[in-house]
């Protein structure tokens, strides 16, 4: 293992590193690896000797992206422009590379429209993982990390780990807890794979240089891009859901994660997939520690040094107060942990942002803009895209 892998793949545990040579030089597909999260994976990854190259219709990704990475990490990654839906195209890429591993983090993922349009979720993501499945069996590529979520699990406002039960209430999140069954009957089927399921909280933050980070097309699905876009002044006022919850502040409690932690998360776990001869393995990646949505704006104030306006409305009915997350099985078996704080979050957050205020695309025009000062309601989860667990937000 590498020396800067060692940092965040810890060796105190079952977890054992295999050789540089042998781990290195594999090449893994990213599919969706011009997102978010995805990006940030990609950049790690290639910071670490891994060969890299990224599938991506860039449905709600933006190809800009491509030369700030090469920027950061002074290689190109091969970039392909490919629809998971369409298994032609997903088996002929699997045809002519070479690809070692997968990390699937393709997909659609806002709840509101998952409910709007049921059927194009259970499609999209149903049918593009069942593609990815079939060319990865067909060409031999046999070890697999899917991005899942906390939201396949019931309310619950205990510390949630792996084996609390499951249950959704949107067709994104059924969409997650259908993928995980596929994948854990597939290994069941297919005993030479090794799978990887993560359910992480709430991402958070961006890249230390501020050249890459969260870009929301259209309103944003969580709570820190609101605050962002208001410390920039995109957005004149957030307002929060609910002051009367018993936490601390009375704002919901929520457990966030810094993407870069988060990314190499990724990495820990498809390293342990390579020491494995089969199998399905199953953990949740988060920090262990809530703050508050207040918390997050002092911390956010204090980071841009920018006040943040916001306003106190009625919470939502079924809305929790406290939701966080129970990772002790990450750093138990491969040596996960989260290293960067609340401090690190916003500040990463803040450059970010003050640096490119509409991510990586130009400002708008006055008229183009327009719908952002009529926009009054928007549905904001500050759980990983679940409504019941999350909270609303709106902008004036």
Request: proline fraction near 5%; hydrophobic fraction near 35%; charged fraction near 20%.
């Amino acid at each position: 293992m590498s020396s800067s892998l060692s940092l965040f793949c810890s060796s105190k545990t079952r977890f054992s590193p295999v050789v540089d040579t042998e781990v290195m030089t594999k090449h893994i597909l990213c599919t969706g690896g011009a997102g978010y999260i995805g990006s940030h994976t990609v950049l790690k990854l290639t910071e670490n000797g891994f060969k890299v190259s990224i599938m991506d219709n860039l449905l709600n990704s933006s190809e800009k992206v491509l030369p700030r990475l090469q920027e950061l990490t002074g290689k190109e990654t091969p970039f392909f422009k490919t629809d998971m839906c369409d298994a032609e195209a997903v088996d002929k890429l699997f045809a002519e590379q070479n690809f070692d591993g997968v990390i699937h983090f393709a997909g659609l993922k806002a709840v509101g429209e998952s409910v709007a349009k049921p059927l194009w979720y259970y499609e999209n993501n149903l049918t593009g993982t069942l593609n990815i499945l079939k060319a990865m069996q067909k060409h031999g590529c046999k070890r697999l990390v899917f991005s899942s979520s906390a939201t396949v699990y019931r309310p619950c406002e205990e510390p949630i780990d792996e084996s609390k039960p499951l249950g959704c209430t949107n067709p994104y999140g059924w969409t997650k807890f259908m993928i995980e069954q596929i994948l854990t009957g597939f290994a069941t089927a297919n005993p030479s794979f090794s799978i990887s399921i993560l359910r992480y909280f709430n991402p958070v933050g961006a890249h230390p240089s501020g050249r890459i980070g969260e870009n929301p097309h259209g309103p944003p699905n969580n709570l820190m891009p609101f605050v962002q876009q208001v410390a920039v002044g995109r957005r004149e006022c957030l307002s929060v859901f609910g002051n009367d919850y018993a936490t601390h502040d009375g704002t919901g409690v929520r457990d966030y994660i810094h993407v870069d932690d988060l990314a190499e998360g990724h990495i820990c776990a498809l390293e342990k997939l390579f020491t494995m001869d089969g199998g399905c393995i199953i953990h949740n990646l988060g920090s262990g520690t809530g703050y508050s949505v207040l918390d997050m704006v002092k911390a956010f104030e204090e980071a841009s040094g920018k006040k943040i306006a916001y306003k106190i409305v009625e919470r939502r009915a079924g809305d929790l107060g406290t939701v966080i997350a129970d990772a002790s099985k990450a750093k138990a078996d491969f040596g996960w942990q989260t290293k960067r704080g609340l401090k690190e979050m916003c500040e990463s957050a803040w450059k970010w942002q003050s640096n490119n205020p509409y991510g990586y695309e130009d400002g708008p025009s006055q008229e183009s803009g327009s719908w952002i000062q009529s926009l009054h309601l928007v549905f904001v989860l500050n759980f990983p895209e679940q409504g019941r667990l999350g909270q609303f937000y709106h902008t004036n």
